[in-house]
């Protein structure tokens, strides 16, 4: 089991910064994969960053340039730098691990962070 807690979100305007914070317990030595999606109103859950346990990042084209995750090994904790936010970033942020089971993969969500953009 792993159990994630985000943090950090809030409320700014157009152009500003936040960074969002996910920190992990549990069975964390398993985990393969973490990651941040986010939610709009009426839209789908999309994939905005992802990191792996060796270090390799990938993020959406949307926010390429401008969010940055990194986590910290000893904190246990994932993060989304996020700058020149616009109103289209505006989504429930959630964190994600994921971890092998067998031939399957299992996914963990945090319980979301809002992010609201102001213009």
């Known amino acids: 089991q792993v159990q994630l807690v985000e943090s950090g979100g809030g409320l700014v305007q157009a152009g500003g910064s936040l960074r969002l914070s996910c920190a992990a317990s549990?069975?964390?030595?398993?985990?393969?994969?973490m990651g941040w999606y986010r939610q709009a109103p009426g839209k789908q859950r999309e994939l905005v960053a992802f990191i792996t346990s060796g270090g390799s990042t990938s993020y959406a084209d949307s926010v390429k340039g401008r969010f940055t995750i990194s986590r910290d090994d000893a904190k246990n904790t994932v993060y989304l730098q996020m700058v020149t936010l616009a109103p289209e970033d505006t989504a429930v942020y959630y964190c994600?691990?994921?971890?092998?089971?067998?031939?399957?993969?299992?996914?963990?969500w945090g319980q979301g962070t809002q992010v609201t953009v102001s213009s």
């Open positions: 549990g069975s964390i030595f398993s985990i393969n994969v």
């Open positions: 994600n691990a994921r971890v092998p089971d067998g031939n399957r993969v299992r996914d963990y």
